[in-house]
């Protein structure tokens, strides 16, 4: 079972930064695939980034990935969305999410989400 925390949402003006984080506790081995989604209302989760516990393989979703970076802090068993350049439309409440392999079918662990406001 593992075990996701997240933090570092808030309410920021458009263009600023924001710099989200997913502790990670329990049996986590270096094959498992580490990820953040986005979710605003009435949509399902969109996937935004991610990258494998080994911290290889850092991806981030073509609308965003010139402005979002994934990344690992192994010295905190934590996983990092830097958020740069923010805008309205990247508003929601951000999820970290884990599996247990690229092969894995679903992500079957999810933290309990960090909302993101960005204002005008």
């Known amino acids: 079972q593992v075990q996701l925390v997240e933090s570092g949402g808030g309410l920021v003006p458009a263009g600023t930064s924001l710099r989200l984080s997913c502790r990670a506790s329990g049996r986590i081995s270096s094959d498992y695939v580490m990820a953040w989604f986005r979710q605003t209302p009435g949509r399902e989760r969109a996937f935004v980034g991610s990258?494998?516990?080994?911290?290889?393989?850092?991806y981030a979703e073509t609308s965003v990935k010139d402005r979002f970076t994934v990344s690992r802090d192994p010295a905190h068993n934590t996983v990092v969305l830097e958020m740069n350049g923010l805008k309205p439309e990247d508003s929601g409440v951000y999820y970290c999410?884990?599996?247990?392999?690229?092969?894995?079918?679903?992500?079957?662990?999810w933290g309990q989400g960090t909302q993101v406001t960005v204002s005008e």
């Open positions: 999410a884990a599996k247990p392999s690229l092969w894995s079918e679903r992500y079957d662990s």
């Open positions: 990258i494998r516990w080994n911290g290889i393989g850092a």
